[in-house]
């Protein structure tokens, strides 16, 4: 499915993104020694920040705008320098104007789930100033 835009924020952090469908989307990145912490795993913000960049091309399209309002993150297992790390984001469409967002931190190379993160988020159309 074709992109809805340029993330520079994901480019920021050497994320990429990819909108799979409506509702469904994955983000990865690979673990670079600029995103680990004095313990030399990668810091809990790098991964926050990119299962919200999941997020974000999850809820998004071209008619709909989404705006977060609530986030939490589960660190489940650590990752490390040269860790290869895949984000999927899918949608529960729970309510007209509301959804939750289920995020799945992987590491491919073994299977290993990192990190699991939810979110809410506020629909809106895309043309709408609110």
């Known amino acids: 499915m074709a992109e809805l835009g340029q993330d520079t924020f994901a480019e920021f952090i050497g994320a990429t993104v990819e909108r799979l469908e409506s509702g469904r989307a994955q983000s990865q990145l690979t673990i670079g020694a600029n995103h680990l912490n004095p313990h030399g795993t990668a810091h809990g913000a790098v991964l926050y920040s990119l299962s919200g960049v999941a997020i974000a091309a999850a809820i998004n399209d071209e008619q709909t705008s989404g705006i977060v309002f609530s986030a939490s993150i589960d660190y489940l297992a650590p990752s490390r320098d040269g860790d290869l790390l895949v984000a999927e984001a899918v949608v529960d469409e729970d309510a007209p104007n ?22 809410s988020a506020k629909l809106r159309p895309r043309n709408s100033a609110n």
């Open 98 to 119: 509301q959804w939750t967002v289920a995020v799945t931190i992987t590491r491919p190379s073994d299977g290993v789930v990192v990190a699991t993160a939810t979110a």
